[in-house]
């Protein structure tokens, strides 16, 4: 029998018999991980333990404590979950799998009443079939037999998403003699996906926590973000107003050439946020003297705080904008992170003390003499930029930091208006596949960065771990003291970012380290139909990635 020499990480290699699964070769590596492995990189190709090596190979394993295995730890527990809930409540149950939040994902059941002991025993359940040890098989199967095994399950959100998919074959897998699609990996048992808590909502609606990146020695306890949540349920509600729930609805729109509607009433939608902050503002006005506006990377915050310059003078609001860049401390000073570098992300980077001197003096009525930063020189500078505020007009600032008190810990809070911002994606590629705000984020910066950065789409893949990171550290924890949220998602944009960010992932070289994440990107847009940006408005936030916007061309 012919014997290939596997290369672990370039630590170790070791030979195996031909056609020895990736499962049998993992646990001679086991000892380099704290968790259960979940699945393999083969020369830069992601795959599951059960397939076979055939030739000689660079391998790596991933466990629930990485991005990639922790996706798919969660995909499998979702598997788990709707197989629970068959077994629990019958099959004419269904789950809903909704959107992310907290760590978690939100979850509804359908044509069943819940409550929290029936939850549970639905979790019992699920512990016993992690106990049970079953398998997840993978079966590839042509497009059309996957329609019509869905059609006749009566599973018309598979049917309708296989329509649009120009694949001949497609992955399926099968759970308890259950088959389902999924997009992307599962593990390779059920015994690894041994940790997860469910947490009852209202309404049917509950959420679905695992380990995550951050925590992954255990589940922790889900905290409940009411507005957030509030937020992403008026969206999803919404979504179902325009039968958009799915990626197959927006296809079949995009389709039959419908979609310029579409584009107008999402941007209308959008706007209307903005609106209400306006009217919330001046309702408050002999109070409110500064808005400050924070989000994930790529949440649209420019355009919003520029638009809702707009919305604030059409009511007779004069508003200044104040950048926290510019009271970065010198370079020479900027305080160090673990790895020793430059941390401009830490809220010490920040002249916190000068910023709030300049605050107190604007609204005491005095003249200030505002910094720029200068970052080719890594200094401030000052440039003859003077500002001088009357009674009633607003600053407005954007930024990491914007929603930390410690920000503007010499403003009172009620002074303040505080808005955070993400697109917070209500669409789905069908019932159990939803779509994470953070690939809608991804996406549209790696259009930013290619088209006014100059980065390719590998240099920003590269960097998404640092910059989730940041956020994880400094924009999340504060959410919860937003005064209100703008969702920047707008329900067609996956169509057009589909048409610039594709031949950007495709240029990814197949032996970069973060090709997997491309492909993934690749197809997962496969899963919609592009749309044309030109009806797409000049003001529109989705402007700010894809170009051509009023507010900066």
């Known amino acids: 029998m012919k014997m290939v020499k596997v290369n672990y990480r370039g630590i170790e290699t070791k030979e195996f018999l031909e056609d020895t699964s990736l499962l049998e070769i993992s646990d001679s590596f086991k000892k380099y991980y704290n968790y259960p492995i979940l699945v393999a990189k083969v020369d830069n190709d992601v795959m599951g333990l059960a397939e076979p090596v055939t030739k000689k190979s660079d391998i790596d394993f991933y466990d629930r404590s990485s991005v990639i295995g922790n996706t798919i730890y969660t995909r499998s527990a979702q598997f788990i979950l709707i197989i629970a809930v068959k077994q629990v409540l019958g099959e004419e149950a269904e789950v809903i799998v909704e959107h992310s939040i907290d760590k978690g994902v939100y979850c509804e059941i359908r044509n069943c009443d819940i409550d929290k002991p029936i939850l549970r025993k639905i979790e019992s359940k699920m512990h016993e079939i992690v106990a049970e ?38 992955n399926l897998y099968r759970l308890d003699d259950v088959y389902d699609y999924f997009y992307g990996e599962l593990a390779y048992s059920t015994k690894t996906i041994d940790d997860f808590k469910l947490t009852y909502i209202k309404d049917n609606g509950f959420v679905l926590s695992c380990p995550d990146i951050y925590n992954p020695e255990c589940t922790l306890d889900y905290k409940h973000h009411k507005m957030l949540f509030d937020t992403f349920l008026d969206y999803t509600k919404w979504g179902r107003i325009l039968k958009i729930s799915n990626a197959a609805d927006l296809n079949e729109v995009v389709s039959t ?10 941007e209308a939608y959008y706007n209307g946020q903005l609106a209400e902050i306006a009217d919330r503002v001046y309702d408050n ?41 510019d009271y970065f401390i010198n370079r020479d000073k900027t305080p160090l992170d673990e790895h020793g570098e430059r941390d401009l992300e830490s809220l010490k980077a920040v002249d916190i003390d000068l910023l709030n001197r300049h605050l107190v003096k604007l609204f005491d009525g005095e003249k ?20 001088q505020m009357d009674e009633d007009d607003i600053i407005i600032i954007e930024g990491l930091h914007a929603l930390n008190e410690d920000l503007t810990i010499s403003i009172p809070r009620r002074n303040k208006f505080k808005i955070y911002i993400s ?10 596949n939803h779509i994470h705000t953070s690939d809608t984020r991804k ?3 790696i259009i930013r960065d290619n088209k006014f950065r100059n980065y390719n789409a590998a240099d920003t893949l590269k960097m998404w771990e640092k910059i989730s990171y940041g956020e994880e550290r400094y924009i999340f924890p504060f959410q919860d003291d937003a005064d209100m949220i703008i969702n920047s998602a707008l329900v067609y944009e996956l169509g057009v970012l589909k048409t610039y960010a594709e031949p950007l ?30 009806e797409v408005p000049d003001d529109s936030v989705l402007r700010e990635f894809i170009g051509n916007s009023c507010f900066y061309e």
Not at 423 to 432: A, E, F, G, V
Request: charged share 30%.
């Open 368 to 387: 200030v003499l505002l910094p720029e930063y200068n970052f080719m020189t890594g200094e401030r500078e000052y440039r003859k930029k003077w500002l």
């Open 423 to 432: 697109p917070l994606t209500q669409l789905n590629i069908d019932n159990h």
């Open 133 to 170: 040890d079953l398998k997840f098989t993978k079966v590839s199967v042509s497009r059309i037999d996957a329609i019509k095994y869905f059609r006749k399950k009566k599973r018309m959100d598979k049917v309708n998403v296989l329509k649009y998919i120009s694949n001949t074959y497609v």
């Open 443 to 445: 996406l549209r910066r």
């Open 285 to 325: 006005k002999k109070n409110i003297k500064i808005i400050l506006i924070a989000g994930p990377s790529s949440s649209g915050k420019t355009t919003t705080s520029k638009k809702l310059e707009i919305y604030l003078k059409s009511k007779g609001l004069r508003t200044h904008q104040i950048s926290i860049d």
């Open 505 to 534: 992932l495709f240029s990814v070289s197949e032996n970069d380290p973060v090709y997997p994440e491309a492909l993934r990107l690749i197809n997962f847009l496969r899963n919609f139909l592009p749309i044309p940006s030109e």
């Open 257 to 266: 050439g419908k979609y310029g509607d579409l584009i107008r009433i999402s």
